[in-house]
């Protein structure tokens, strides 16, 4: 019996890495997916050679930082799929910089999609996930978010607040059915570490006890965990997946 039959999941960030990774894993564990992404090409095309394989997937162009954008999508799922069951606020973004360099740009842009893109799409969403009385909400938070990192004000800054909002859905959601939490991935082999040179990474793989940097399909392996029925009673909680990094 699959995980995740009859649901319907929607993916932010899901024509790359994480997010692409987990689009996969819920359509093989039943699920209708509806990809939302800025990257359109990706997006598509993953839809597409999905569907070819039998699954249901759409891509529905989303700039998640945009609440018109977003309201858009989610009616458009709707008119689709009927319902909602399952929303992966996974998009991300990094602008880098020390707090010495790092401009009101770097700092806006990454709280407009980090940040204000999940409370966007909560916004949207939660009113169909009350109105059937159940759903599933996780949020990608991060490991630094736990411990603070190097050059990365804004993302910290970002990661943490989802991780309070993540506390505060729970409580303001839990007796409409609908559980909230989040994952905070380690250092994870997509194109959002590209950016960070070698030497950094290979400092992270020796203090990880298990000795390596994370795979896409880690992560996605718990949000499957935390979408399904399985996680019915675990709520307010975040996941840390990273190989022992911080614990
Ligand atoms: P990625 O860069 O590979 O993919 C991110 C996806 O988000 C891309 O497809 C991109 O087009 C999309 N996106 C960016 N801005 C968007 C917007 N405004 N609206 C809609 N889509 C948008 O990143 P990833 O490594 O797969 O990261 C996925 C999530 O996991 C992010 O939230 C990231 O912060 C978090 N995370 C990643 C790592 C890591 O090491 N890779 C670690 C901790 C947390």
Same mark, same amino acid.
């Given at each position: 019996?699959?995980?995740?039959?009859?649901?319907?999941?929607?993916?932010?960030?899901?024509?790359?890495?994480?997010?692409?990774?987990?689009?996969?894993?819920?359509?093989?564990?039943?699920?209708?997916?509806?990809? +939302?992404?800025?990257?359109?090409?990706?997006? =598509?095309?993953?839809?597409?050679?999905?569907?070819?394989?039998?699954?249901?997937?759409?891509?529905?162009?989303?700039?998640?930082?945009?609440?018109?954008?977003?309201?858009?999508?989610?009616?458009?799922?709707?008119?689709?799929?009927?319902?909602?069951?399952?929303?992966?606020?996974?998009?991300?973004?990094?602008?880098?910089?020390?707090?010495?360099?790092?401009?009101?740009?770097? +700092?806006?842009?990454?709280?407009?999609?980090?940040?204000?893109?999940?409370?966007?799409?909560?916004?949207?969403?939660?009113?169909?996930?009350?109105? =059937?009385?159940?759903?599933?909400?996780?949020?990608?938070?991060?490991?630094?978010?736990?411990?603070?990192?190097?050059?990365?004000?804004?993302?910290?800054?970002?990661?943490?607040?989802?991780?309070?909002?993540?506390?505060? +859905?729970?409580?303001?959601?839990?007796?409409?059915?609908?559980?909230?939490?989040?994952?905070?991935?380690?250092?994870?082999?997509?194109?959002?570490?590209?950016?960070?040179?070698?030497?950094?990474?290979?400092?992270?793989?020796?203090?990880?006890?298990?000795?390596?940097?994370?795979?896409?399909?880690?992560?996605?392996?718990?949000?499957?965990?935390?979408?399904?029925?399985?996680?019915?009673?675990?709520?307010?909680?975040?996941?840390?997946?990273?190989?022992?990094?911080?614990?």
């Amino acid at each position: 019996m699959s995980r995740l039959s009859n649901k319907v999941a929607i993916i932010t960030g899901g024509a790359n890495g994480i997010g692409k990774s987990t689009a996969e894993k819920f359509m093989a564990e039943g699920a209708a997916v509806a990809i +939302w992404d800025v990257a359109e090409e990706q997006g =598509q095309h993953l839809a597409k050679a999905s569907q070819e394989k039998g699954f249901q997937c759409q891509f529905f162009k989303t700039d998640t930082s945009s609440p018109e954008s977003v309201q858009q999508s989610t009616e458009a799922v709707i008119d689709t799929f009927g319902k909602i069951d399952i929303l992966i606020n996974n998009a991300g973004i990094t602008r880098d910089a020390s707090m010495k360099k790092m401009s009101m740009h770097q +700092w806006q842009q990454v709280i407009d999609v980090n940040l204000t893109g999940v409370f966007n799409c909560v916004k949207a969403v939660f009113p169909h996930m009350a109105e =059937q009385k159940s759903g599933r909400i996780i949020n990608a938070a991060s490991v630094v978010a736990l411990y603070g990192n190097f050059g990365q004000t804004n993302y910290v800054a970002a990661k943490a607040g989802v991780i309070g909002m993540t506390k505060t +859905w729970a409580r303001e959601f839990g007796r409409k059915g609908i559980t909230v939490n989040a994952i905070a991935p380690g250092f994870i082999a997509t194109d959002m570490v590209g950016t960070v040179p070698q030497e950094v990474l290979d400092g992270m793989v020796n203090r990880t006890p298990m000795g390596r940097l994370g795979q896409p399909e880690d992560i996605a392996n718990g949000y499957v965990f935390l979408a399904s029925d399985e996680a019915a009673f675990i709520t307010g909680t975040t996941l840390s997946i990273d190989g022992g990094l911080v614990f």
